[in-house]
């Protein structure tokens, strides 16, 4: 039995895993434990291999990766995030496809290193758009040469939160939107809740904040906004 203590990584404390023969059994892609919910997994570099034509994950050669498959419950931005022991540093990718050969990459990232308690450990988080029902697979991998433990979780970005709907005096109208800093967002309007068109777009600032306004259109047909996150 393994047992490593992760400090203000993830909404974990204690970390066990059953050793075995010291193989990975998710070593391979076509061999992928599933990943489900937004509980963290957790997995070890223990034996683990670099398969022939597999990608760089991350742009990092690697060589000691295991897969996960995971399909999106629904359509949005999730946001990978993943803690590692003696690994240096610690990356992380999605991909869509079928074999190991030809993957189509979704999101990558990786780890920056610190020490706690004595121990070096590597962190890394990443967002990555997904859409409902897709299949896509996940790789962990690090680019040091020392084995060691890790644990990964998924969780879904909180949607914009709409807020300060206000219409002033002038005639305009203006509203303010939350969301996660440095995604990328679009506004769009409709006249029927049909047929949107992209009147903005930018990236999220530092204080989360996207503030909107428009002159309002007098005897015109209603109009409809909305705020898509990526």
Known sequence: IYTLSLHDALPISKLSLTGGTGTTVNDNFVNRSALTGTNPVFGYTFGATKEYNEPYHAGIYGGYSVWWTWTAPFTGTFSLNAVGTNLSPLVAAVYTGISVDALT???SGTGSPFATNGTAVSALSFNFPATNGTTYA????HGGYQDGFFS???TPVAKPDLSNISLSPDGTFGFRCGGTPGA????QVSPDLEFWETITNGIIPLNGDIEFSAPIITNSAPQFYRVLVQ
């Open 138 to 141: 996940i790789a962990a991998d």
């Open 152 to 154: 990964l979780a998924i």
């Open 105 to 107: 990459g979704i999101g």
């Open 184 to 187: 990328s967002y679009m506004i």
